[in-house]
Structures are given as structure tokens and as C-alpha cells.
């Protein structure tokens, strides 16, 4: 079955294992079809390469490496790879099929997104990133064709490590203009790529959300190439200018052109959204990054407005070269004045928020809410405020790495210096899966319980596996999953039972074929029989209709004809006893009578016909002569 031309594929089984229902998707590198695993009964996407790239050993190499790797990430804001392999000449992957729309498809149907929903979806989008991140694992190619929308509102990216193997492929039409578009300056370059190339790319995705269209376009791929190199982007604001700053700063820093001026870690660029959603500015490295990012295009003149008085004529004559080191001066003032006004509010006076005893007071500070934010920037923020602080994990249902408890509460006034205890959760705690596969069910049930697993057990008929025996199982033995997860485990039937065909009456090679192609081995008998001509079959075992393993034997018993008995010499025996042997043998007796002249020889038989010793078939007429006076 070929994926590259145009038969229908519907229907037909892929590799044995997946029923293909429709095509779903298709791009430069592969084609994506919804398929049903007929073993775990589940609705899979299958991500077919086109032909003309599986005659490159490098590049299945690559792919087959990249997808290994993919397969190892276990996140809910990650689309799941369930297999891959080789079959009918193609390379595919299986993976989770997903009910919902590309970002892709939201921005094009819906426009621009509402910041609160933008935050939402880049949050859920950094959480991803995150995860593979700590992994070494680089995406490459983030972009909104890779992120999906559930219906729910979740949000789930593909395509881990493997865009990295197309990445050779920058002339071919149809695969490059949707990745250039979002391309890091170092991956224009060619250059290498950690996480600050996907942190850009966050960055260009969230300035579509928020604009409706991507920062940068041209008439190819290469000219869109440079322009991540050479050209600074348009402000978000100045298209869309609703958009709040502090969110426009926050694209600015992520999309400098130089690395080391981005965010360094998903962690650090989801903590300044995670300000923005909650009201709070963004952090003094992100107001100075993002205003070198905005003013530096020479080409444009930006007047910052000036410290002290001085002539209007001086101001207008400003070098406009030299004008963006005012915003990013004005911008450091800004942050220092708002650190003197948090310490002012909540270490200075507060109006009966602190207590004095004796010649000391203890002034009272709030404690900020940390709920939800990330470990490291929760750590940061306590710091700051000169509090001191404890880290403790635990396993939890929450996102890894974020902040499910404080103690004290948020809101409680507390000396300067406290000691405050936050909880970090760990994430569900991962349990190595135990190998179920090839043992028997029974055993193996308790110990997946044991290791904190759920278990489900279906069943399928297997000319293979013993009955009672695990014939694969998901997650596969090895890998790690959540504690509390489910463990499907396929558990064999035994051989298939199939329907005895009926063969009575058929020739020995007709009956044959007949059994055979049903699934069955054939072992022949023979017998005589009187009623059914020879080479015929009249009888089988087991009976038409019977159910049987498929690949056990059938036994057919074929008619040698009617018995052939030899005639008995009963020349000299009474009519009577001549008649009684002869049907005991299974002769019809006809008899005849002949005139003799000795009374001893009346009622005597005087001859047999046929004679004595010839063979006839069971029922045959056998006469006899008998004398008579």
C-alpha cells in the first residue's frame, strides 16, 4: 500500500496493527492520516513519510533517532507518540490524535487573540518546552501548525525533535515559507540552536496571536530568513494598540536578535507572563531588553522625552541614532522608582502595620502570593523581598516545578526576614513500567497494582501467544508513567476458533482445499461405503458447522466404494444353511431349482453363480441352484 499515489487507502490495515480511516493532513514531509489501532482500540494519528525521503539513509536515520527521542516526552501539554516503524515502503509514527484546531487555525479563522487567552496558550506552550528542554530536547520548530487547541482549552504541541530532520530541505516549496517564518536569527545562520531559539520562536508565535499576522514576510524563504537576522520587528502596538506594554515587552525581549539578550529558559519568560496575567509589571531585564529591541531600528526616529528643561530647538535636532539609550536610561529610573516604592509600602510606615516595643520596631511585610508560579522565580521574588526561604517537594497533580504551597499565607504580615516554606510540586511521581509481555496475566496483574498502576485487560485471538498470556501491553516495559495510570495489557485468547466448513459429499482434493483455506490442517481416512461412490468424503470430525482452533486438524474419512466380499462354496449344503451364510455376508440369495434323479440330492444346492471365490460388492445377487425331484 502506497501513501504516495492515489488509491483509496481507507479501510485497508497499515503494518498489521492500524485500520486507516481518513487523511487528516499533509505537508512537504509527510502526510498525516487518522487510523484505528485495532489491539488497544484507541484513534491514532499516523505520520507517514513521503516515499521520496525514505531513499535517504542519513535523513531516516535522523528521523528514526529524532523520533526515539520524542517518544521519551511524557507531558500533558505534549501530543504522546505511541509508535514507529517501517512498513509497505513507508516511515511513520503513530501518535495521539487530537480533537481540535492548529493556532494556526484559530489565528486564521478568528484574528487577532485577546491577551488574557494569548498568555494562556504561551503558558501551556512554555510548560511543554520546559519539559523537553530539561530533557535536551530542542523543537526547532515552533510555530502555530505545531500547537493544538483542544476543545477544552488545552493545549498540546507536536512534532518534538522531529522538524529537525527536514531542516536540510530550505528550497522545497510548501515545507520552508511556514518555518521561516519563524525561524531563530542562529537557525537563518545555520548556526547552533539551544533554548533560546525556541524561546524565540514562542516569541514570533505570540506576536501572531497577538497582531493576527507574523512579524516578519517576503517574497521567499531566504529573503524571510534575513529579515529575522537583519530587521528589528514592528512594536505589536503600533498594529494592534490595544496590546498591553508590559506583553509587548515581553515579545521584544524574547525576539532579540541576539541570544544571550532573550530569555534563557522557558521558566523565566513564563514568569513575566504569569506577572502580566496577574496585574504585575514585567521584570526590569525584560523593560530594557524589549526597549533595545523596539528602538533600534535607526531608520525610525524616537524622541525620549527629556530629563530637565532645556530648548525645544536642542531636542528636535537630537541625533535620532543616539535616541534609544534615553528609553532604555528612562527605563532602569522606572524600575529603581518602583523597588523604592515596594519597599517603601512594605518595609516603611504602614499605618499601624508595625510594633513598637521599646527603642525597636518590627516592621510587617505581606507576603506575596506565589501560587502557581515557577520554583526558581517564586525563590527569586521571596529574595528579593528579603525574606528567607525553604524549598520542599512533593509529588502533585500540578505542573512540575511550580509553587502548590506557602507558609505563611499569601496576605499574612510578617517580620522582615521571615522564613517562609514553599512547596514545589514534583509532578506526578513516575513509576518504571514493569515488562508484562510474553507472562501470564494472573502474574503479572499484581505486580503492576503493586508499582501503583491501574490495569486494564483486553483480549484478542493469537496463532502465537498462549492462551492467558500478554501479547503487548502501553506503556511499553521500560519506559516511566505517571503513578496512577492506566497499563493496558493485550492478553491472548489462543488460537482463533473458526467454523468448520461442511465437506460431506465432496471429492478427497475439493474437501481438501476447502479446509485448508479456512485455517485448518486435513488428515484423510478411508472407509467402504454402500451408499456413497468411492473418492467422496462421508464423514469429517469435527462436524460441519463445529467451532475449532484455527490450525488444528480436521479429519475426513473418504469412500473406498462398497465392501467386496468373496462368494462362499455352499455346493452340497441344504437351500437353508446355503441362504443363511450367504446373507450373513451381505449377499442377496436368488434361487433356482434344477430336476435330479437321487431323492438324497432334493433341496441340496446343486451350484452357485457366480462360482465360488469371485469378489462382489456387498449386496450383490448371489444364485443358487437347488435340486428338486
Same mark, same amino acid.
Given at each position: 500500500m502506497?501513501?504516495?499515489d492515489h ?8 503494518d498489521?496493527r492500524y485500520?486507516? +480511516?481518513?487523511?487528516?493532513g ?6 498525516v492520516?487518522?487510523?484505528?489501532? $485495532?489491539?488497544l #482500540?484507541?484513534? +491514532?494519528?499516523?505520520?507517514?513519510l513521503h516515499?521520496?525521503f ?8 535522523r ?5 526515539r527521542?520524542?517518544?521519551?516526552l511524557?507531558?500533558?501539554n505534549?501530543?504522546?507518540v505511541y ?7 513507508s =516511515? =511513520?509514527?503513530?501518535?495521539?490524535y ?6 494556526k487555525d ?7 487573540v485577546?491577551?488574557?487567552?494569548a498568555?494562556d ?6 510548560a511543554a518546552?520546559?519539559f523537553?528542554h &530539561?530533557?535536551d $530536547?530542542i #523543537? &526547532?520548530d515552533?510555530?502555530p501548525?505545531?500547537?493544538m487547541?483542544?476543545?477544552?482549552g488545552r ?8 522538524a529537525?530532520?527536514?531542516d536540510?530541505d530550505?528550497?522545497e516549496a510548501?515545507?520552508? $515559507?511556514?518555518t ?10 545555520? *548556526? ?7 524561546l524565540y520562536?514562542v ?6 496571536m ?13 529573503a524571510i530568513?534575513?529579515?529575522?537576522? *537583519?530587521e528589528p520587528?514592528i ?28 530569555? #534563557?529558559?522557558?521558566?523565566?519568560m513564563?514568569l513575566?507572563?504569569?506577572?502580566v496575567?496577574?496585574?504585575l509589571? +514585567?521584570?526590569?531585564?525584560t523593560t ?15 524622541v525620549a522625552?527629556?530629563v530637565?528643561?532645556r ?6 535636532t537630537?541625533p ?10 528612562l527605563?532602569?529610573l522606572?524600575a529603581?522608582?518602583g523597588l523604592a516604592?515596594?519597599v ?11 510594633t513598637?516595643t521599646?527603642a525597636?520596631?518590627s516592621?510587617l511585610v505581606a507576603?506575596?502570593?506565589l501560587i ?14 528579603g525574606f528567607?526561604?525553604?524549598e520542599?517537594?512533593?509529588f502533585s ?6 509553587v502548590?504551597?506557602?507558609?505563611p499565607?499569601?496576605?499574612?504580615s510578617?517580620?522582615?526576614?521571615t522564613?517562609?516554606t514553599?512547596?514545589?510540586?514534583d509532578?506526578i ?8 509481555v510474553?507472562?501470564? =496475566?494472573?502474574n503479572v ?7 501503583g498502576?491501574?490495569?486494564?485487560r483486553?483480549t484478542?485471538?493469537?496463532d ?5 498470556? +500478554?501479547i503487548s ?9 505517571d ?8 492478553v ?8 468448520v ?9 475439493d ?5 485448508e483455506?479456512?485455517g485448518?490442517d ?6 467402504p ?14 462436524g ?9 486438524t480436521?479429519?475426513? $474419512?473418504?469412500s473406498?466404494?462398497?465392501v467386496q466380499?468373496?462368494?462362499p462354496?455352499?455346493?452340497g449344503q ?7 451364510e ?5 449377499f ?5 431349482t434344477t430336476?435330479v ?21 456387498e ?11
Amino acid at each position: 500500500m502506497s501513501f504516495d499515489d492515489h488509491t483509496t487507502i481507507e479501510g485497508r490495515l497499515f503494518d498489521g496493527r492500524y485500520r486507516i +480511516v481518513r487523511r487528516i493532513g499533509a505537508g512537504g514531509m509527510a502526510r498525516v492520516f487518522l487510523a484505528e489501532d $485495532v489491539d488497544l #482500540h484507541r484513534d +491514532v494519528a499516523i505520520k507517514v513519510l513521503h516515499e521520496r525521503f525514505a531513499e535517504d539513509e542519513q535523513f531516516v536515520e535522523r528521523f528514526s533517532r529524532e523520533a526515539r527521542a520524542a517518544a521519551g516526552l511524557n507531558h500533558p501539554n505534549i501530543v504522546a507518540v505511541y509508535d514507529r516503524g517501517h512498513a509497505d515502503g513507508s =516511515y =511513520y509514527i503513530a501518535m495521539e490524535y487530537l480533537d481540535g484546531d492548529t493556532l494556526k487555525d484559530v489565528i486564521t479563522k478568528q484574528g487577532p487573540v485577546q491577551p488574557k487567552r494569548a498568555i494562556d496558550i504561551a503558558l501551556q506552550l512554555l510548560a511543554a518546552l520546559r519539559f523537553a528542554h &530539561r530533557r535536551d $530536547v530542542i #523543537h &526547532r520548530d515552533v510555530k502555530p501548525q505545531n500547537v493544538m487547541v483542544l476543545r477544552d482549552g488545552r493545549v498540546k504541541v507536536a512534532d518534538f525533535g522531529i522538524a529537525r530532520a527536514g531542516d536540510s530541505d530550505m528550497t522545497e516549496a510548501g515545507s520552508i $515559507v511556514g518555518t521561516a517564518q519563524y525561524l531563530s536569527p542562529e537557525q537563518a545562520r545555520g *548556526q547552533h540552536v539551544g533554548p533560546e531559539s525556541d524561546l524565540y520562536s514562542v516569541g514570533v508565535v505570540l506576536y501572531e496571536m497577538l497582531c493576527g499576522r507574523v512579524p516578519f514576510t517576503g517574497d521567499s524563504a531566504v529573503a524571510i530568513a534575513m529579515k529575522h537576522v *537583519q530587521e528589528p520587528p514592528i512594536p505589536p502596538s503600533r498594529i494592534e494598540p490595544s496590546i498591553p506594554p508590559e506583553l509587548e515587552a515581553i515579545v521584544l525581549r524574547a525576539m532579540q536578535k541576539d541570544a544571550t539578550r532573550r530569555y #534563557h529558559s522557558a521558566d523565566e519568560m513564563g514568569l513575566d507572563l504569569d506577572r502580566v496575567r496577574k496585574g504585575l509589571g +514585567v521584570s526590569p531585564a525584560t523593560t530594557v531588553m524589549a526597549a533595545n529591541e523596539a528602538y533600534a531600528d535607526t531608520g525610525r526616529t524616537m524622541v525620549a522625552p527629556p530629563v530637565m528643561s532645556r530648548p525645544a530647538a536642542k531636542a528636535a535636532t537630537a541625533p535620532p541614532r543616539r535616541t534609544w539609550p534615553w528609553i532604555v536610561v528612562l527605563a532602569l529610573l522606572a524600575a529603581v522608582a518602583g523597588l523604592a516604592a515596594y519597599v517603601f509600602l512594605n518595609l516603611g510606615d504602614s499605618g499601624g502595620s508595625s510594633t513598637a516595643t521599646t527603642a525597636t520596631t518590627s516592621t510587617l511585610v505581606a507576603v506575596p502570593d506565589l501560587i502557581g508560579f515557577p520554583a526558581e522565580g517564586a525563590t527569586g521574588i521571596l529574595e528579593e523581598a528579603g525574606f528567607e526561604v525553604v524549598e520542599v517537594r512533593r509529588f502533585s497533580a500540578r505542573p512540575k516545578d511550580n509553587v502548590i504551597k506557602q507558609e505563611p499565607a499569601a496576605g499574612e504580615s510578617v517580620p522582615f526576614g521571615t522564613e517562609i516554606t514553599i512547596t514545589i510540586s514534583d509532578g506526578i511521581e513516575q513509576v518504571d513500567v514493569p515488562d508484562a509481555v510474553g507472562k501470564q =496475566y494472573e502474574n503479572v496483574e499484581p505486580v503492576l497494582k503493586a508499582a501503583g498502576f491501574k490495569v486494564t485487560r483486553r483480549t484478542r485471538a493469537s496463532d502465537d501467544v498462549a492462551a492467558g498470556e +500478554v501479547i503487548s501491553q502501553d506503556p511499553a516495559a521500560g519506559t516511566t508513567a505517571d503513578k496512577g495510570s492506566e497499563v493496558i495489557l493485550v492478553v491472548s485468547k489462543g488460537k482463533a476458533q473458526v467454523t468448520v466448513p461442511n465437506v460431506i459429499n465432496q471429492s478427497e482434493g475439493d474437501a481438501r482445499s476447502e479446509i485448508e483455506g479456512a485455517g485448518f490442517d486435513v488428515a484423510v481416512e478411508t472407509a467402504p461405503s454402500a451408499t456413497i461412490g468411492a473418492g467422496l468424503v462421508i464423514d469429517q470430525d469435527p462436524g460441519p458447522g463445529d467451532k475449532a482452533e484455527r490450525g488444528s486438524t480436521v479429519t475426513i $474419512v473418504v469412500s473406498t466404494g462398497p465392501v467386496q466380499v468373496a462368494v462362499p462354496d455352499v455346493v452340497g449344503q441344504t437351500s437353508a444353511d446355503a441362504t443363511t451364510e450367504l446373507e450373513a455376508l451381505g449377499f442377496n440369495v436368488v434361487p433356482q431349482t434344477t430336476v435330479v434323479v437321487d431323492p438324497a440330492q432334493v433341496d441340496i444346492v446343486q451350484s452357485v453363480d457366480p462360482p465360488p471365490g469371485t469378489r462382489l460388492d456387498e449386496g450383490a445377487d448371489v444364485t443358487i441352484v437347488v435340486g428338486r425331484l
